[in-house]
């Protein structure tokens, strides 16, 4: 097996009586889809920014390609790590191209032809017309808004891609296609994504592995067909519910 690309070993977090991460170890692959879920507050958020250093260990190690991330630079640990969220948080005063291509502009990553054509190929790839490229992110629907954001968060090429809830806020529907667009890109671009979602369905459907988090702990990691057909504790079944059956 490869070696890991993300390494939590024994992370431990509080904030004053909250434990939000507890004895937390765990291996996520290069190339891995893993969704995480868990009760609010039991820590997922806390994880994910632990990746991209937005915040740091009481305790434990946390390793990124190879890397402690105590020991690196953490702005260009996260302009190599993709970041989205729900409400996607894009510039307003900015156009659709000009959020997407923030990031990269920030390293000067691309010269200006090369920034076209990154702009061009991640507009495709996330199901948007080219033409949307200079609206402004007002002038766009959410499911739109989103779109942009996974774009943008895949800008420069980052081999990590860290979604929080990126579906939450968008109705069934849209939810859905946006789903399977990134199982697509998951597939083609063969970046390692760590998604969070409130969503049980969501996260047996999208994830290679999913991550059960209770209380800061880590509950259970494995395949949706593991979990459903083995949950640790009854707090996993009860969490998969009629979704254990199918
Ligand atoms: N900056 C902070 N200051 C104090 N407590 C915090 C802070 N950030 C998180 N916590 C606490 O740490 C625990 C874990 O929070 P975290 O946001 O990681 O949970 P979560 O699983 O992402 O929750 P949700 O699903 O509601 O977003 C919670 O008890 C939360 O109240």
New binding site residues.
Partial sequence: MAAPIITFEHVG?V??E????VDFSLNVFPGEFLTVI????????????MINGL?APDSGRVEVEGEDIAQVDLIALRRRIGYTIQGVGLFPHMTVAQNMVYVPDLSGLFSPEEKRAQIERLLTLVGLEQDLAGRYPGELSGGQRQRVGIARALAANPHILLM??PFGAVDEITRRRLQREIKAIHGELEVTIIF?T?DIREALKLGDRVAV?DE?CLVQLDTPEALRQAPATPFVAELLGDEGNG
């Fill in positions: 977090k904030y004053g909250a434990e939000a991460l868990g009760t609010s507050g039991s820590g997922k958020t806390t994880f994910l920014k915040i929080d809830e969070i409130h988090m800061g």
